[in-house]
């Protein structure tokens, strides 16, 4: 049987539906190529530029997608809103006189469940983010709204410098600068880590910030193909090879620069094997942890502390093993054995199994790691530059870098975000601020008494229901077990704003994606999960969106999963609850493996 | 060999053939017998090269052996350089701001123009401020602060998305409609007055369009517009948002204007030659070039008052070579609006308000080629920043500007900020704006009596002060400067860092300097240089004070 997380990686498109969404674009474009032939006869005075000596604005090109193909769609996107962006909010309801060529905004609201911000961890509104609001609030009678000078003029306010030390404290680094926008921080910081000499390995994946980023330096760039660790190690092993270009001389630093989560697959990065690979050829690495900061992780602190502590659970696993020889399945599968590494929760069958693939997954990274790192190592330290940004789990805005003394000194002095744009406004700082306060609780105190931890849970709690859910009803759904973002395929373009309009007449709000800002077949919509929505607000939403599948024919993975569950039950009732799954692959890799040494 | 290949080989004797013949006739009527040796051996050189590895028996490959890795490793491993870059020893102000002094409060540090701060050694000094830009305070008004809290109170702190993605909030639509109704009014003030029967611009023609970060409006708007065969023409003094801008569109057309300001004054027509002169130079080599009889898109990119030296811009000779050459025009307004024209609505209405606008001609091109960009960051008090030009090119920025699609939109409160603030600008200040204008005059004339060369137009609240000194400019930026150069830079740099703390520890001034980066990509010149910033809360009192240590600071450190 093959294991969950590849069940829930694959992306494998029945044949019928790629074959049908392939013509549906055909027709589209057919189509738009008619309407163009006839508004040219009949309607030529908007095709015809009124002063010929002007070049339009836009391109040929330009104006077919955009009148042709994303009109088509363009009531899907750009909804308003009446509200804080928190767990409920209101959609502004859109008219239009000329079929969406221009709208206007009706007093009417759809009261929606947000799936669509970035409010990861819920302080965008309400009583989670009270306490943080009125600090700033209270920072008005200190300052004004902004600071009105770049930081390296009069722009830098004690509260600046204290955000920067408790940044670098909660990540483990040892400074760290802040921006006051997200896209600014990678394009602005990029350039200045290569010279000419330089070489920027990205994912092929990668934020357009980080695209820019690239493209503003001088350096040179080269590309891997998204999340393929083999493809990485090989492009690092020809630069290295190789060398510059024409020249051939050796490179003066690599840089390989990943995301944490990439928005719109949903996926958290191979981190382990990133920092061997790294490690293993001298790179610098440089992640982008704009999604997972604060969403992933039991300390909110990011992918690293979500490595961190995967690869705990997976030394006490190893630990446990080898003090009970002899007896490994019984270990692998008794839960009371599990009690403590789970965070005092009952571990269930997913998260054995979580485990048991990790174990898989990561056995030669780990034992290459443990070979380089000797037995205890955080990823904190192995990530040169930990970039991320404040305004997704923070609900406030801008950026920060954390890095090395040296790095952070050097980005102060030089980078244009610090040296000729304006600071981040000392409101937003005391936003940010309040909220890492909140990760730790007080000396002595549970968990329970820090309420960003509390939300930090909520929302791991909701991501399990969530995705297990969508899972077990056959719907496709892409990215890691525990990655907040959930985008869930729907391929055909015209199922886009069938979902969509269909999701928000019931109260869902969600975000579709289609073509540029993913594959052409793999139309997708995105549920973006936050620790604001209550169990029963979940429960809710997931009966309507089952609904929804059936009415627009989403649940293409049917058969595979009714296998799944037929398999399921008959290992319950078998007794043997947690021996399913493993007889046949205890003897595979991982255990053998780490018996061997 | 099939044919094909006798084809390309005919084809490489006959072109031998020829490239020999033509030697051979060079050489035999040159007569030189160094050259003609000189030459075969260059001949017999390049054959060399080109069938050193053709026979097939030396074949050797062109690339290196995978056996090589670990011998390439060790020599990038030896050589490889720390991620940090080795920063320069430049000196640096290390203080930091404590509290701003606002206009509500009991406390002494009740006037606005007083910043507390904390200096490198920990003691905590009110200082008088000239070197905050926000130029009428009203980042700290009342009204500001109180729009901020309701905002926050009903809409939360962060927008948690990007535009597209909910991250649209009433308080955006609402400062996007507002910004385009203020900039609509000015443009049918202007088709007013032009005297034509023209339908006035609404909703529908003009719309504004709202970022969430003044430094990328400008370059998000340029990277939009401009892409690798369009042309751009750019201030060789403009500051790094725009040359960012002009950076990544990788123009292969984009050329520097020389900023051609005379110290101090007014430009009287000298830009707008040293404009035409780089569009002639540009139009000139592409004709040459190229073959593209396609039109392409063409803008020149000005500042209304230049961010580096505080010029103020001859607005309509640029607009005139703009309208004679069919290029659209784009106006960085960051420093102007809010200062310039009778309601503060920036270059456009200051020389509207002179009657330097009133060309029929000249007003049809302002209403349909030119866009106005600002940030929020100066006179208005928040941060962001807008673009306002024709609905077409506001709806090409929504599906284009890297800025507005890529980046979470701005909190909803620093946009109700910065609504309010143009509103208070717009319908109530003009007496403020009118004090903030006298200001700067004031302090233009009294450093100009005190003997000091003030760059900047005396309209300007921003005053660059450059002392005459051999090794305070660099012509092309930092990063095509030698070393020797650089650090002379850095030794005049460090005068004026030590005549902003002689200030700051002696007198009570708060002034600074502009900072420059080794990171610039675009070879402008840059200056070292004192920035000194006035507002209209600043008592000619405070003005006649700051002039005389000024003064005093800079003569001792420059002449002493």
Known sequence: MPSLATLLDSERCPWPTLIATYLTYFLIVVMGTVADVFGKILAFITFNRPNKNYASLFSNFDRFFHYRIYFRGVHCFNHPIRSAPGAWIDVVKRASKDHFKTWYCTDETYRALNFGSYNYLGFASGKANAQNEAKVVESFSNFGITMASPRANSGYSHLHAELEQTMADFIHKEAAIIFAMGFATNSTTIPALVGPDGLIISDSLNHASIVVGGRASVGHKKVFRHDDMAHLEKTVRNAILNGMPRTHNHWSKIVIVVEGIYSMEGGICNLPEIVRIAKQYGCYLYVDEAHSIGALGHHAGGVCDFYDDRFALLDWADAHLLSVPGKKEKAWTTPSLWGSVFHGRQPDLEDLRQLHDDHVRFAGTRKALHGMLGPQFSFFDQVDVLMGTYTKSFASVGGYIAGSADLIDYLRRETFGAVSAEPMAPGCVCQIKSVIDSFTPAKGAPRESANGLVQVDRLARNTQIFRRFLYDHGFQIMGDHHSPVVPMLLYAPNKIPAFFQEAINRGIATVVVAYPACSLIASRVRFCLSAAMTEEDIAWALEHIDELGDVCSLKYDRKKVRKELKARARADAEGSRFNDGYDDETETAPVTDDESD | MNFTQLLEHLLRVSKLTDVFSVMWEYLNHSGDPVMIVSQLVLIAFVLWVLFRYNTPNSKRPREVRPADFSDRFAQFMTYRKPLAPKSRQITQDRYTIVKHGSLNDSTPSDNPVVTRVKDAAGDVVDLTDFSTTDFLRLSRSVGSRQAAETTIASYGVGSCGPRGFYGTITPHMDLENHIGEVMRGLYNELIALCGKKWAPTSAESHAAIAYSFGYATVSSVISAFVKHQDYVVYDEAAPSSIQTGVNLSKSAHACAYAHNVPTGGHS????????????????????????????????????????????????????????????????????????????????????????????????????????????????????????????????????????????????????????????????????????????????????????????????????????????????????????????????????????????????????????????????????????????NKHSHNDIDRMVRVLRTALVSEFQG
């Open chain 2, 268 to 535: 009287s027509g000298r830009v707008a030659s040293s404009v035409e002169s780089a569009i002639e130079r540009l139009e000139g080599a592409a004709a040459l070039q190229t073959r593209d009889k396609q039109i392409r898109r063409k803008f020149i990119v000005i500042e209304g008052i230049s961010a580096q030296r505080g010029t103020l811009v001859d607005l309509p000779a640029v607009l005139a070579v703009a309208r004679k050459h069919h290029w659209r025009v784009l106006i960085d307004d960051s420093f102007a609006i809010g200062v310039l024209g009778a309601k503060g609505r920036g270059t456009i209405e200051h020389y509207a308000d002179q009657g330097l606008l009133s060309d029929p001609a000249m007003v049809e091109f302002i209403r349909d080629y030119v866009m106005v960009t600002f940030t929020f960051s100066n006179a208005l008090g928040s941060i962001g920043g807008a673009c306002f030009g024709t609905k077409e090119s506001a709806e090409f920025q929504t599906l284009n500007g890297l800025g507005y699609i890529f980046s979470a939109s701005a909190p909803p409160y620093l946009c109700t900020v910065a609504s309010h603030s143009l509103r208070t600008i717009t319908d109530e200040s003009e007496a403020d704006l009118a004090t903030l204008r006298e200001n700067a005059v004031y302090l233009q004339d009294k450093l100009v009596n005190a003997g000091l060369p003030v760059v900047s137009s005396r309209i300007s609240p921003m005053k660059i002060i450059k002392m005459a000194h051999p090794d305070g400019e660099l012509p092309e930026g930092l990063r095509r400067a030698d070393q020797r150069a650089i650090s002379k830079f850095d030794d005049v740099q460090a005068k004026y860092a030590n005549v902003c703390r002689v200030l700051r520890a002696e007198n009570g001034f708060l002034v600074d300097r502009p900072a420059f980066s080794e990171l610039d990509v675009l070879p402008s010149p840059i200056q070292a240089s004192l920035r000194v910033s006035v507002s």
